[in-house]
């Protein structure tokens, strides 16, 4: 490992320890989960190349499926936020937009 490979893992290391790993989800146990009105679950059928991949990764860098693809999909889901404000999607709809911004709309 170079030098600065090192300091990079010490450092990134040293954050995950201040912002602290774990969410409330991953302290409760799974009867718990499964029984919150705060939790859904999140099913969705994968290939077996991309369910190997996944666990692959996930075993490789010692994270929880559940935390790895919670962080993807609030990845995926700002990004898509910045992109649909970008193009304006309710440029021609603004009576959406004001549904989703929970503005009442007048007819």
Do not use: W
């Not at 030098?3 to 969410?23: C, P, S, W």
């Amino acid at each position: 490992m170079k030098f600065n490979q090192y300091i990079q893992f010490r450092a990134l290391n040293m954050k995950a320890r201040v912002d602290g790993d774990n969410t409330i989800v991953d302290l409760m146990g799974e009867k718990e989960i499964s029984s919150s009105p705060h939790i859904k679950t999140v099913c969705a059928p994968i290939s077996i190349d991309l369910f190997n991949r996944l666990s692959d990764t996930l075993n490789l860098l010692d994270i929880s499926k559940r935390s790895f693809i919670e962080a993807a999909i609030t990845h995926a889901l700002n990004e898509a936020d910045l992109i649909m404000a970008e193009v304006d999607i309710f440029e021609n709809h603004p009576s959406e937009q004001q549904l989703r911004d929970g503005e009442q709309v007048n007819a």
